[in-house]
């Protein structure tokens, strides 16, 4: 995606007065890079220093390109409340939900949690991890999808990688193929 493209994407996604803009927006975080210190079970793994600076990052990217978050789903795992955390992207106003529910999910447990999302917010952010998330982007990015971005995001989705998708009606009718994949970043210093 050219810089022109991010720039119309991004200003498109602002200005709730585009036509056709989207009426919700879910934003799929895979958490920042883990480290593997010996001894310790893979749910208590914590983020490495790379992947803290990655997660700043996505924050940064987050903060300054998508609409403000209303509410995000986190797994349990150490390394994903570490992920949160290094975002900076809490605000007040902001529902954070830490749950098991998102540790070695499959897609359509992770699309569970979008289709029980209260239909008032706007800005849903899952923050997961792989297969389960790239798995659910793929599966989800439909008709009017970004090629660019859906190839990029197919190919591979590391770390502190970001998928946006846009979703035009509410969070019970997301599906497969039901919602746009507008952007597909990964922060990297």
């Not at 999910?105 to 297969?131: C, K, M, S």
């Amino acid at each position: 995606m050219t810089q022109r493209e991010r720039t119309e994407t991004t200003e498109r996604r602002r200005s709730p007065d585009v036509q056709g803009a989207p009426s919700r927006t879910l934003v799929l975080l895979r958490h920042g890079k883990s480290a593997y210190p010996p001894g310790v079970d893979d749910h208590q793994r914590p983020l490495a220093p790379r992947g803290r600076r990655e997660a700043a990052l996505a924050g940064a990217w987050i903060d300054g390109n998508i609409p403000a978050v209303d509410h995000i789903i986190c797994s349990t795992a150490e390394r994903t409340r570490q992920t949160l955390q290094a975002t900076g992207i809490v605000t007040p106003t902001a529902l954070v939900d830490f749950t098991d529910a998102i540790y070695e999910a499959y897609p359509d447990e992770l699309l569970e949690l979008v289709l029980a999302a209260n239909h008032t917010d706007r800005t849903l952010l899952l923050i997961g991890h792989a297969p389960g998330l790239p798995m659910l982007a793929e599966e989800l990015a439909g008709p009017g999808s970004n090629r660019t971005a859906l190839g990029e995001l197919s190919a591979k989705f590391p770390t502190s990688a970001i998928a946006v998708l846009a979703v035009d009606g509410q969070w019970s009718d997301v599906g497969p193929d039901t919602t746009r994949l507008v952007d597909f970043v990964i922060p990297r210093a």
